[in-house]
Structures are given as structure tokens and as C-alpha cells.
């Protein structure tokens, strides 16, 4: 009988002891409990400011697209002036980019001033403006600060479209004077660096086109 009642306070014991532990582990807080990010459809490709930094970013293309676009001129001319224009959307009118089309044109002054060529900002507009808040500014969209003349020889333009995975650009260096085609080149950029640029871009009305018609200062014979 005593034996009896010693497994049977055992078995109390036991089971107690489990139920508490039970209870112990459900009360656990489930830390570092990561979802995978949902997008609604395939085309969303959602990015943030605090994503880690991308490997390769715009600015490496647009270095490679440089390279190859000098690499197809057989004769450099060391006293070509070139001049930057906007890449347009394919599917467009050919007047027409968007705020990756403008930081690849950004990063195409940069790069071709490196190979030592000289660039001309035509959005430069030869004074600085002063804002209401102090700050100051040098280039303009302004049809009418423009420069409508320039020592420029050479024009590098081009266009862009989208791809199944990113964008594909199309560009071209065109002699001023003759518009003689002097080299082209290609490269595709994945959607992800696209993106990581199209983030700033603000939905505005289609701006009103101005033409301008370069005029070289001095024409080359």
C-alpha cells in the first residue's frame, strides 16, 4: 500500500512538472521572425532608401557603356568637345525620358570628362540664380537660359526601352557638323538598378517641348 501511494505521488509529480514546462514554452516571445516580402503581381518591384546597397548600380553601366563607346572610335580626336543629350524612351515621340534616362545622362558627363574629352553642360545658364530660401543654382531647364550656341564637335545621344528583366540602351556618338554616325554602343541593365533610380521619380504633367538647334562655333573641315 505505501508502495502503492509513492508511484502514484511519482506520477503527480511528473505530470505537473510537464504541464509547467508546457506552459513555460508557450510563453516563449518568437524572436527573429523574418517573412518574405509579397508583391501583389509581377511587375512590383518595391525598394527602400534603407535596402543594403546594390553591388553594381547605374553607375557602373554607364562607365562599361563609356568604355565601349570609345573602344568603336578607330581615330580619337583629342580636340572633340562632346555634349550630353537625354536618352528617350523608345516607345515614345523621342522627346520624352524619365528620372533614370536623366541620371544615366548625369553619369555619362561624368564619365566621358574621365577619358579626357572635354564636356559642355548646355544646361548650364551662365549665371547663378539664388532661390527664395538662399540656395544657389547654376543650371536650369529653362528653355530661354539655355545656350543656344556651342564649341561642341560631337553629340552623344541614344535611346532606352524596357525589357523582360530591365532596361535596354541604345547610344551614339554623332558628329555635330556632318551627323555623321561616329560609334554606337549597347548595354542592358537589370531591373533592380533601374528601379533603385526610378524610386525618386515624381509623376508630373509631360513637359512642353522647345526645340534647339545646336549651332558649332567653329565647323570642322
Known amino acids: 500500500m505505501k508502495k502503492l501511494i509513492l508511484i502514484m505521488l511519482g506520477l503527480l509529480t511528473a505530470c505537473s512538472s510537464q504541464e509547467q514546462q508546457l506552459v513555460i514554452q508557450d510563453h516563449k516571445p518568437e524572436k527573429y521572425k523574418f517573412e518574405p516580402v509579397k508583391h501583389n503581381n509581377e511587375d512590383d518591384h518595391s525598394v527602400s532608401y534603407y535596402d543594403k546597397p546594390l553591388i553594381k548600380n547605374v553607375n557602373h553601366y554607364v562607365k562599361w557603356l563609356t568604355q565601349d563607346l570609345f573602344a568603336n572610335i578607330d581615330f580619337p580626336d583629342n580636340d572633340a568637345v562632346f555634349v ?131 549651332k558649332p562655333s567653329s565647323v570642322r573641315e
Do not use: C, W
Request: charged share 20%.
Open 84 to 214: 550630353i543629350s537625354d536618352l528617350a524612351l523608345l516607345d515614345s515621340d523621342l522627346n520624352k525620358t524619365n528620372h533614370f534616362g536623366r541620371q544615366v545622362t548625369e553619369a555619362l558627363t561624368h564619365e566621358v570628362n574621365r577619358t579626357g574629352f572635354s564636356v559642355i553642360d548646355i544646361k548650364a545658364r551662365g549665371f547663378i540664380r539664388m532661390s527664395e530660401s538662399g540656395d544657389l543654382f547654376f543650371q536650369t531647364e529653362d528653355y530661354n537660359e539655355i545656350l543656344s550656341q556651342t564649341s561642341a564637335t560631337n553629340i552623344i545621344s541614344g535611346t532606352m526601352t524596357r525589357h523582360r528583366g530591365g532596361y535596354l540602351i541604345n547610344a551614339r556618338v554623332v558628329d555635330l557638323a556632318t551627323t555623321a554616325l561616329i560609334s554606337s554602343a549597347q548595354i542592358f541593365v537589370p531591373f533592380d538598378v533601374v528601379d533603385a533610380v526610378m524610386l525618386e521619380d515624381q509623376v508630373s504633367p509631360p513637359p512642353k517641348i522647345n526645340e534647339i538647334s545646336l
